[in-house]
């Protein structure tokens, strides 16, 4: 599922969701890998590396660059995934909501017409 030597190269556009808030994102690719980076919340010079799932929208979804989203939340990349590898029919959509506060966040995901 995983190409676990690929590096996906930065900028990293990391998906934060806050609890309750809701995106709807209109994939045109995505890639998997990983990445190692600086957590806001790490000790300095503390390193934390994760599996992502790197989704290229379109650039009115996300008019500033990059014209991606990582998702790195390990609840939420395989339910992401799937829809991706499954394939999302045209003239739909992925929502992804926020379900709870960190570290118990949970996340709701769906197709939806667009």
Same mark, same amino acid.
């Given at each position: 599922?995983?190409?676990?030597?690929?590096? $996906? *190269? +930065?900028?990293?556009?990391?998906?934060?969701?806050?609890?309750?808030?809701? &995106? &709807?994102?209109?994939? *045109?690719?995505?890639?998997?890998?990983?990445?190692?980076?600086h957590?806001?919340?790490?000790?300095? +010079?503390?390193? /934390?590396?994760?599996?992502?799932?790197r &989704?290229? *929208?379109?650039?009115?979804? /996300?008019?500033?660059?990059?014209?991606?989203?990582?998702?790195?939340?390990?609840? $939420?990349?395989?339910?992401?995934?799937a829809? $991706?590898?499954? +394939?999302?029919?045209? +003239?739909?959509?992925v929502? &992804?909501r926020? *379900?709870?506060?960190?570290?118990?966040?949970?996340?709701?995901v769906? $197709?939806?017409?667009?």
């Open positions: 599922m995983f190409e676990a030597a690929k590096e $996906l *190269v +930065g900028p990293y556009e990391i998906l934060e969701l806050a609890a309750g808030e809701t &995106i &709807i994102l209109r994939p *045109v690719s995505y890639e998997t890998g990983r990445f190692t980076f957590p806001r919340w790490m000790a300095p +010079g503390g390193l /934390k590396t994760v599996l992502a799932v &989704i290229h *929208v379109r650039p009115e979804d /996300k008019p500033t660059f990059p014209h991606y989203y990582d998702v790195t939340a390990a609840t $939420l990349v395989p339910q992401v995934l829809l $991706l590898t499954a +394939g999302i029919p045209e +003239g739909y959509g929502r &992804i926020a *379900v709870g506060t960190a570290p118990e966040k949970r996340f709701e769906g $197709l939806v017409p667009v």
